[in-house]
């Protein structure tokens, strides 16, 4: 691998132009809320009471200007890849023999939602661990997320961004052989990493069982695949109806009218704030505290990183893209991801719901048994929900570390 594979590489420092911001609070201060009678519990979703006051924080009391900074004390950089821009954190590791990691998010992430595991996994022994399990991290921003824009391929998915990951980590960095980690959307490239370019991998580590053919079928934008709910068991039924009210409208619309959801969403702070923050906070382990796990800066942190980037259209299209242009295999073999693989489970995800790890185990037996040749660790964590590295980075952390420690 290479020696220093930043060497020729332009630093990447963020200075959003004073214009963009003052635009961004003026709209912010001009918002109309919206009438929200009844709705104090959100049974209509997100409720005008509880955005309110966070929209008029946003527009005069939360400092970006500070928030660059601290974001700017990063190395990083935004190259070229295949024609599309791709953006990403670069901390190298400290420790004998550091394994190069990648690190992809999901929807409504941002790369930032990775942060808290960069020094544990760079620098181990200054975080109680051993040198010898240190990372080179690497965190892109995906194609058509924040500042990997504007996106300039319309039929990016998981397949075009695997393939601008691979190209980032062995081209551009000059990498032999490297890791992956995801979870979300960025599972999906991982088992599609696992599948084409396995030979140039140590491993995957990802979040949940993602199969080569999410998005597919004729109910592509139907998390439940059209089950009817009442010739289930009731226990069942129960969990299979708390997840429908809470992704499927997110799938459906995302799926089947992202452009006119996109047109609101790009014309007002607010409704997009809205629409991201209801996604946090029903997809976020609800055990735990929300507040102090999503403290309200660091919300405005990620939305305004999709504001100031016209991200939030382009990252939607993500999964309607997904359907329309599917990635081919490039070859027969079965199961399709042979990659080794390891996952971090967390009972706090809404989907499959499972009570238990015993139960969770079962679940992910039957659903990724036919997609992954070679399953290595298994873990399953009581805290955290779907943003699992923001919400319990010690399980990440613990997991990754012991994972790639035995594929090195």
């Known amino acids: 691998m290479s020696t220093d594979p930043r060497h020729d590489l332009e630093p990447f420092k963020i200075n959003v132009d004073q214009s963009v ?144 990951l691979h190209t980032l980590m062995t081209d551009v960095l000059g990498y032999e052989k490297y890791a992956f980690g995801g979870h979300d959307y960025g599972a999906l490239i991982g088992s599609r990493l696992g599948h084409k370019y396995v030979d140039s991998l140590y491993g995957v580590h990802l979040g949940y069982e993602a199969g080569p053919g999410a998005f597919q079928g004729d109910r592509y934008w139907d998390l439940t695949g059209g089950v009817n ?15 429908m009210e809470t992704l499927v409208s997110h799938v459906a619309v995302h799926q089947l009218d992202a452009q006119t959801l996109t047109h609101g969403l790009t014309d007002s702070p607010a409704g997009m704030l809205a629409w991201v923050l209801k996604r946090w906070k029903a997809w976020s382990d609800p055990n735990l505290d929300f507040k102090t796990v999503w403290p309200i800066d660091d919300i405005l942190t990620f939305a305004t990183i999709y504001w100031i980037n016209d991200a939030i259209g382009s990252s939607i299209r993500a999964y309607k893209n997904a359907h329309l242009y599917p990635p081919e295999p490039v070859n027969d073999v079965t199961p399709y991801t042979q990659a080794p693989a390891s996952f971090t489970l967390l009972l706090g995800e809404p989907a499959p719901g499972a009570p238990t790890a015993e139960e969770r185990k079962e679940i992910f037996k039957a659903g990724a048994t036919p997609f992954y040749a070679d399953i290595r660790d298994v873990n399953v964590h009581k805290d955290g929900g779907h943003f699992g590295p923001w919400e319990n980075p010690e399980a990440w952390i613990h997991d990754l570390r012991a994972a790639f420690r035995t594929m090195r």
């Open 21 to 164: 911001l003052d635009d961004l609070k003026s709209r912010l201060r001009a918002t109309r809320f919206a009438p929200d009678l009844d709705n104090e519990d959100g049974k209509y979703g997100l409720s005008t009471a509880y955005l309110k006051p966070i929209v008029e924080y946003w527009a005069d009391g939360f400092d970006w200007r500070a928030v660059e900074k601290k974001i700017n004390s990063y190395h990083q950089h935004r190259v070229d890849v295949g024609g599309t821009p791709v953006h990403f954190i670069h901390e190298r590791g400290k420790g004998p023999s550091p394994v190069p990691l990648v690190l992809a998010h999901g929807w409504p992430w941002s790369y930032l939602q990775w942060s808290k595991l960069i020094g544990p996994l760079t620098d181990p022994a200054a975080h109680g661990g051993d040198p010898a399990d240190a990372f080179d991290v690497v965190i892109p921003s995906l194609p058509g997320f924040a500042f990997s824009t504007p996106l300039t391929n319309p039929r990016e998915n998981y397949g075009d961004m695997a393939d601008r």
């Open 229 to 243: 709910t009442e010739e289930l068991p009731e226990v069942i039924r129960a969990r299979l109806v708390h997840i």
